[in-house]
């Protein structure tokens, strides 16, 4: 049995942008048996529903931008990406949901400032914590692939 760490608007909470959710019915079953332990950066910090936010490449780093406000919204998902991870220490996969700004593990969109598109295949500021300590991970379009 593994303990995955998943997005949770994958597992049905309405966490999304728009206060709706991305359940895949499909990989629910896949992980049957498996220790579920959901997560939602971006709902901890800025509760649903909420302005969408793209993830921008800036001279500080590839950073989370409100594209209402243009508020650099990166710091707080880096805390609850730091804070879930300390709690959470035994995570053998983290399944994030794909091109999210935050979980997108290789699939999230990066721009430049002016929002010309650079890249499709980035990771999002959460997954790149759960990479950065070395915890497997994988987009949930990609789980099906791999096992």
Sequence with gaps: MKTIAISACLL??????DASD???AILLEKLQGEILIPFCPEDDAFGT?????DLIFTPMGNRTISNQTGEDL???????ANGFFNTHTNIDLFIGKDRSPSCGVCSA???DTKKTL???SETGLM???AKRREIPCIDAEKYGEVI
């Design 118 to 120: 650079l890249s499709e």
């Design 12 to 17: 049905g909470k309405k966490c999304r942008y």
């Design 74 to 80: 990166s710091d707080p998902v880096i805390d609850y």
């Design 127 to 129: 997954a790149k914590e």
């Design 22 to 24: 991305n359940t895949n």
């Design 49 to 53: 529903p909420r302005p969408t936010m």
């Design 109 to 111: 969109k990066l721009y």
